[in-house]
T-cell receptor, first 113, second 113 residues
């Protein structure tokens, strides 16, 4: 089975500062990787995903993540955050050819003015 | 844009009662899932369902739980005799293929008194 570790439970940053949310995974098979965002009192929304191809993937709202197979990481970055980015961010992994998605514990990103 | 819907948004029940949580997955999706998120904790995989049968389940998904696709559109999670520790947000998800992006519903908040 796969597992995910999100090293930071909370990340407070000031508006317009850069941010990195860390994610490491463990798996004995090839994986697909995802970042989901959860705004207060809402469900999970897909932010970005890595399935294959370019190891750098981007979202429409300025986030990016890089799949690093050697370091088994899929860190999420944004060069300049907004107040509206305040949310819980979950890294998730699923093995190719299985459907048991495993989530990390989540990182609460709080953007302060 | 197609989306996963869930009803009810909030369910309050007495300990020992049966509850049924309902989901309508995206219409052309073939894989269906239930996840649970206890307040303040990570999202946990419960079960996946494909071709009218359970394909994978976690250790959480014991004999108290069951899933069903009673017709061509609904996907239900039944908890036979609820316990206090079943209080959580329950998310339904669906995907078009194995290992692909899972689309999540808004969740049902279950409160067991």
């Amino acid at each position: 089975a796969q597992s995910v570790t999100q090293l930071d439970s909370q990340v407070p940053v000031f508006e317009e500062a850069p941010v990195e949310l860390r994610c490491n995974y463990s798996s004995s098979v090839s994986v697909y990787l995802f970042w989901y965002v959860q705004y207060p009192n809402q469900g999970l929304q897909l932010l970005l995903k890595y399935l294959s191809g370019s190891t750098l993937v981007e979202s429409i709202n300025g986030f990016e993540a890089e799949f690093n197979k050697s370091q088994t990481s899929f860190h999420l970055r944004k060069p300049s955050v907004h107040i509206s980015d305040t949310a819980e961010y979950f890294c998730a992994v699923i093995g190719v050819n299985n459907n048991d998605m495993r989530f990390g514990a989540g990182t609460r990103l709080t953007v302060k003015p | 844009e197609p989306e996963v819907t869930q009803t009810p948004s909030h369910q309050v029940t007495q300990m020992g009662q049966e509850v049924i949580l309902r989901c309508v997955p995206i219409s052309n999706h073939l894989y269906f899932y239930w996840y649970r998120q206890i307040l303040g904790q990570k999202v946990e995989f419960l079960v996946s369902f494909y071709n009218n049968e359970i394909s994978e389940k976690s250790e959480i998904f014991d004999d108290q739980f069951s899933v069903e696709r009673p017709d061509g559109s609904n996907f239900t999670l039944k908890i036979r005799s609820t316990k206090l520790e079943d209080s959580a947000m329950y998310f339904c998800a669906s995907s078009s293929s194995l290992g692909n992006e899972q689309f999540f519903g808004p969740g049902t908040r279950l409160t067991v008194l």
